[in-house]
């Protein structure tokens, strides 16, 4: 079936350095983007999501990037902290699979002190 | 914060014993969903509801069955526990009346069968 992937299982970063975490996916009908972060011994938490027609979302201190063209997303992290320390997940949907999700395996994200 | 709640956090219990693991949400959302999660691993539906009375299985074999009487709640039940059942489980709830329908999850329950 259609799969979403990550291209790092693991990402180690400096306190205060900008993370970028990336995902690739490969139907390209999948018009719906989340990004999850899950914390040890917790469930997934949304962070932020973009439609297909958009290119660049931002949030706080997040943004997210998607590009149509070669099917990846990406997952920006301004002044990463401690507390960013997470396994973080892409998911991608489409209206003809009834929005269910599609989970990619996750890249664990370690900040450096 | 989503308000989604699931029961117990944690469970250990011997092979063969009935569990039911118990998931409500109460922000009134139509779709729910479970799913399994082994540590680090990308997640696996397993269940799925639309609405009352609907229940439908996932991508990911279960013996495990669902039942959706009620709109917030989503009880997921294994009759004969396995060491092979030892996992994360997952409840999500959405609400299909946005378009997105993005899905917000509960806490987990980790399971351990000995």
């Known amino acids: 079936g259609e799969s979403v992937g990550l291209h790092l299982p693991t990402l180690s970063v400096q306190e205060g350095d900008n993370s970028i975490i990336n995902c690739a996916y490969s139907n390209s009908a999948s018009d719906y983007f989340i990004w999850y972060k899950q914390e040890s011994g917790k469930g997934p938490q949304f962070i932020i999501d973009?439609?297909?027609?958009?290119d660049k979302r931002q949030g706080q201190r997040v943004t997210v990037l998607l590009n149509k063209t070669v099917k990846h997303l990406s997952l920006q992290i301004a002044a990463t902290q401690p507390g960013d320390s997470a396994v973080y997940f892409c998911a991608e949907s489409f209206s003809g699979s009834a929005r269910q999700l599609t989970f990619g395996s996750g890249t664990q994200l370690t900040v450096l002190p | 914060e989503a308000d989604i709640y699931q029961t117990p956090r944690y469970l250990v219990i011997g092979t063969g014993k009935k569990i039911t693991l118990e998931c409500s949400q109460t922000m009134g959302h139509d779709k729910m969903y479970w799913y399994q999660q082994d540590p680090g691993m990308e997640l696996h539906l397993i269940h799925y509801s639309y609405g009352v009375n609907s229940t439908e299985k996932g991508d990911l074999s279960s013996e495990s069955t669902v039942s959706r009487i009620r709109t917030e709640h989503f009880p997921l039940t294994l009759e004969s526990a396995r060491p092979s059942h030892t996992s994360q489980y997952l409840c999500?709830?959405?609400?299909?009346?946005?378009?997105?329908?993005?899905?917000?999850f509960g806490p987990g329950t980790r399971l351990l069968v000995l």
């Open positions: 999500a709830s959405s609400d299909s009346g946005v378009p997105q329908e993005t899905q917000y």
């Open positions: 973009i439609r297909s027609n958009m």
